[in-house]
């Protein structure tokens, strides 16, 4: 029997992920996610948060994937198997996911944000939710097993999923990287990956393709922490505020941000929902400890204005870490700045972006914008406080060499990014429209 591949979201474009991978009549879907520039635009909401909305209104805005071009295979579904916790991977399962009989299988990490993400919205989804450790494997039907293998990322539990068939193994790596010295967690799991590749059972490779221009290795999070030090702890900021905004999900960088405040002899305080949702959802799943630490995390408007008083009257004692790193109108940094809550930034005062802009349109302007008051102010900002937790160039060359796929499929790029993963193969190898497939939402690939 042949497999058949459709690429449902995220192909030709970053983000919405889904595809839908089919072997005699049994299907597995791959991530769920929304669109986050789409989806920002239609909701102004921070860019780690999900809001309860019509499915019509978020694929008319094209902020989650088209799911109706599979409708004949939605009885077919057996699982809907999440590689990791970030929104474009994960934030459309509320939104999609109870049209199949199906469970949703993913890292407990990724579980405990979801089962958050649900409980915040009243959202009840009729699916079982089933959490699977990275590096392990379970027995999906009579024909297919789902095997996860520990990758690094900018969130935490980030695996390569791998499904196991009688035609063949398709593996599916979107969103990660190979961080050989990472802050949070071990380093990826090569000894897997060099097995399923040794296997010769590797049918086809989905892969990311985010960075595939970049020729050179990714750099570890430990560069990043670094980087951190210099500013936290480099800078004098003695009677001064200090405020960081980074990803909700990076955990790895709260972490570290959370150490060196210490250092400070600072407390540390997380502002906005999608802080305390991955927050909690770290600490529900073991992943790591903040409130033990002594971390107060405010997560409701009334919670956030009582903090704010005692934050203004003692802004030389705190580390204060909030949302809007893409300079989102409904995010803490921007309220902040358009003084909707007591707490007021001053000259002088440290505002950090622990992060990049994630380049689309809208971010741009509301960056553009958020920028533009903070200098008004007179805050000292440093901004770029961040490496990526995605693959480049010669890691995704490492990940082909060790898998040794029989097809190649890039994904999570638009074209440029896709023709550079095309490129890839070709020095590797791979024959354009034989081995290596460019595909764009809404393809149907067979492969016998």
Same mark, same amino acid.
């Given at each position: ?8 979201? *995220?192909?030709?474009?970053? *983000?919405?992920?889904?595809? &839908? ?5 049994? !299907? ?5 996610? =929304? ?80 089962? +958050? ?50 035609? *063949? ?34 049918? &086809?490779?989905?892969? #990311? ?6 020729? %050179? ?5 430990? =560069? ?10 480099? !800078? ?39 802080? &305390? ?20 995390? @405010? ?36 309220? =902040?700045?358009?003084? @909707? ?5 001053? +000259? ?18 509301? %960056? ?19 490496? +990526?937790?995605?693959?480049? %160039? ?31 193969? #070709? ?5 354009? *429209?034989?081995?290596?497939? &460019? ?10």
């Amino acid at each position: 029997m042949p497999i058949e591949i459709v690429a449902i979201g *995220g192909y030709g474009v970053v *983000g919405r992920n889904m595809t &839908a991978v089919r072997i005699n009549k049994e !299907v597995v879907l791959l991530d769920c996610g =929304i669109h986050l520039p789409n989806y920002i635009s239609l909701t102004e909401e921070e860019a780690g948060d999900v809001i309860k909305l019509d499915e019509k209104k978020l694929k008319k805005a094209g902020a989650v994937p088209q799911d109706d071009i599979i409708k004949d295979w939605w009885p077919e579904v057996k699982a809907l198997v999440i590689s990791h916790a970030h929104l474009d991977h994960i934030g459309a399962v509320p939104y999609l996911a109870q049209k199949y009989d199906a469970p949703i299988i993913a890292t407990p990490f990724a579980c405990a944000v979801l089962q +958050s993400i649900c409980k915040d919205e009243d959202i009840k989804l009729p699916n079982p939710i089933r959490p699977l450790l990275p590096n392990s494997q379970i027995k999906l039907t009579e024909n297919i097993t789902l095997q996860f293998v520990h990758v690094t990322h900018s969130t935490p539990q980030t695996v390569i999923i791998a499904i196991h068939t009688p035609e *063949g193994i398709v593996a599916y790596g979107c969103d990660f990287k190979l961080d050989n010295s990472p802050i949070l967690g071990k380093k990826p799991n090569y000894e897997a990956l060099k097995a399923l590749g040794d296997s010769g059972n590797v049918k &086809a490779l989905i892969l #990311e393709d985010l960075y595939a221009k970049d020729s %050179r290795k990714m750099p570890s999070e430990a =560069i990043a922490k670094e980087m951190l030090k210099d500013v936290m702890l480099g !800078v004098e900021s003695k009677g001064k505020a200090v405020v960081v905004t980074t990803f909700s999900s990076h955990i790895a960088r709260l972490t570290t941000i959370v150490d060196f405040a210490q250092k400070l002899n600072r407390k540390v305080v997380f502002l906005g929902r999608s802080l &305390a949702k991955f927050g909690y959802a770290a600490e529900d799943s073991g992943v790591a400890q903040f409130t033990s630490k002594g971390v107060k995390i @405010m997560k409701y408007g009334r919670q956030v204005r009582r903090a704010m008083q005692e934050l203004m009257d003692n802004r030389d004692k705190y580390v204060i870490v909030m949302t809007g790193h893409q300079g989102e109108p409904k995010a803490m940094l921007s309220k =902040i700045v358009q003084n @909707m809550y007591p707490f007021r930034l001053k +000259s002088e005062d440290h505002v950090i972006f622990s992060s990049n802009v994630i380049p689309a349109e809208i971010n741009f302007k509301n %960056r553009e914008k958020l920028d533009a008051q903070l200098k008004n102010i007179g805050v000292r900002m440093f901004t770029d406080i961040h490496v +990526s937790g995605h693959c480049a %160039r010669e890691d995704l060359r490492d990940v082909i060499i060790m898998l040794k796929p029989k097809h190649l499929l890039p994904i999570h790029g638009e074209k440029p990014m896709n023709d550079a993963m095309i490129d890839l193969g #070709e020095e590797q190898g791979y024959i354009v *429209g034989k081995t290596s497939h &460019a595909l764009h939402e809404g393809m149907h690939l067979v492969l016998h």
